[in-house]
């Protein structure tokens, strides 16, 4: 499985496959590198950028939020989180706190737990990192990707029940949003995953299908003022490009298209906004991407992958 701060990105435009990971490795010509490796069998599932130029990254094998900071070179363990076996999602929502989705999902036996999935608010403003859990969802089947509203409302996708869900993250109340064909997806064996990689920007909702395909977007209203999001009840998703095996995605810096992960091509690529495609970038069983934040790293690409490891790859 491989499934954002997102929200300042553009008005202009508009997440996995779990075949057993390869070696890791990136083409030369797209001047790339490794730059760090988790130890032992470590998946990265996501990774975003702290304002700080840290990598967030959420690991799948055990439920722990690790970082790495480029500039020392240094990953350490930030938080652990507790009833869970794995972290899918995260996204900031405000400067330095963010919304990170655990639950159980083995990565020996490829199996998930419905049930099981919950939100926690990971507030790092302070001199120690502070995880507090939001809510538990009985009903989630397998929620992997993640997106806010606002700094309390978050969107959330839900790969086994082709939904997205509203949660605010004060309240722990939440609602489906929308449920529809193009989020859904066969089940391989007893997996099923469908929506996954998930952004939101100007009212505009974009997702991949990994099991079923595709890069959509879809409108979606938010009020401010109530808190509430919806869709009018004629409005399906369009579909962008038909992706094979999509998950994680990024808006470019320069808002020229997004960047998708598709791990079973072992390819980083790019989507405009007419849906024209080129590769951007090679790299094993890639899973997450993020552009730096910094002056000196704005064009880098950074990209995560099931084996655990971090790659940076330039952007011209």
């Given at each position: 499985m491989w499934v954002l701060s997102f929200m300042a990105a553009s008005a202009a435009l508009f997440t996995s496959s779990f075949a057993l990971p390869p070696a890791d490795t990136l083409a030369p010509r797209q001047a790339a590198s490794s730059i760090y490796k988790l130890p032992g069998s470590a998946w990265i599932e996501n990774l975003v950028v702290r304002a700080s130029g840290?990598?967030?990254?959420?690991?799948?094998?055990?439920?722990?939020?690790?970082?790495?900071?480029?500039?020392?070179k240094a990953g350490t363990k930030v938080v652990g989180f507790t009833d869970a076996l794995s972290l899918t999602g995260i996204t900031e929502v405000s400067p330095d706190v963010y919304a990170v989705i655990s639950g159980n999902f083995s990565t020996r036996g490829f199996s998930v737990k419905a049930g099981s999935w919950a939100v926690w608010k990971v507030d790092l403003t302070g001199v120690a990192p502070k995880a507090t859990q939001v809510k538990l969802v009985p009903?989630?089947?397998?929620?992997?990707?993640?997106?806010?509203?606002?700094?309390?409302?978050?969107?959330?996708?839900?790969?086994?029940?082709?939904?997205?869900?509203?949660?605010?993250?004060?309240?722990?109340?939440?609602?489906?949003?929308?449920?529809d064909a193009s989020m859904k997806?066969?089940?391989?064996?007893?997996?099923?995953?469908?929506?996954?990689?998930?952004?939101?920007?100007?009212?505009?909702?974009?997702?991949?299908?990994?099991?079923?395909?595709?890069?959509?977007?879809?409108?979606?209203?938010?009020?401010?003022?109530t808190g509430k999001a919806s869709t009018a009840?004629?409005?399906?998703?369009?579909?962008?490009?038909?992706?094979t095996m999509a998950e994680d995605f990024i808006l470019a810096p320069d808002g020229s298209g997004y960047f998708v992960a598709l791990p079973n091509a072992n390819t980083v690529t790019k989507i405009t906004s007419d849906g024209k495609s080129s590769k951007a970038a090679t790299a094993a069983s890639c899973s997450s991407v993020a552009f730096g934040r910094g002056d000196g790293d704005k064009n880098t690409l950074y990209i995560a992958t099931t084996n655990g490891a971090v790659f940076a790859a330039t952007i011209a």
């Amino acid at each position: 499985m491989w499934v954002l701060s997102f929200m300042a990105a553009s008005a202009a435009l508009f997440t996995s496959s779990f075949a057993l990971p390869p070696a890791d490795t990136l083409a030369p010509r797209q001047a790339a590198s490794s730059i760090y490796k988790l130890p032992g069998s470590a998946w990265i599932e996501n990774l975003v950028v702290r304002a700080s130029g840290e990598l967030l990254l959420a690991r799948l094998d055990v439920p722990e939020l690790w970082s790495y900071d480029p500039t020392t070179k240094a990953g350490t363990k930030v938080v652990g989180f507790t009833d869970a076996l794995s972290l899918t999602g995260i996204t900031e929502v405000s400067p330095d706190v963010y919304a990170v989705i655990s639950g159980n999902f083995s990565t020996r036996g490829f199996s998930v737990k419905a049930g099981s999935w919950a939100v926690w608010k990971v507030d790092l403003t302070g001199v120690a990192p502070k995880a507090t859990q939001v809510k538990l969802v009985p009903e989630s089947g397998f929620f992997i990707g993640v997106a806010p509203l606002d700094k309390s409302n978050i969107l959330i996708a839900d790969a086994a029940k082709a939904t997205l869900y509203q949660m605010n993250l004060d309240t722990g109340v939440y609602s489906v949003v929308l449920t529809d064909a193009s989020m859904k997806a066969p089940a391989q064996g007893s997996l099923v995953e469908g929506v996954h990689g998930l952004k939101y920007a100007n009212g505009t909702a974009y997702f991949t299908n990994t099991f079923g395909g595709g890069f959509y977007k879809v409108p979606i209203a938010f009020d401010a003022t109530t808190g509430k999001a919806s869709t009018a009840s004629a409005v399906k998703p369009v579909e962008i490009a038909a992706l094979t095996m999509a998950e994680d995605f990024i808006l470019a810096p320069d808002g020229s298209g997004y960047f998708v992960a598709l791990p079973n091509a072992n390819t980083v690529t790019k989507i405009t906004s007419d849906g024209k495609s080129s590769k951007a970038a090679t790299a094993a069983s890639c899973s997450s991407v993020a552009f730096g934040r910094g002056d000196g790293d704005k064009n880098t690409l950074y990209i995560a992958t099931t084996n655990g490891a971090v790659f940076a790859a330039t952007i011209a």
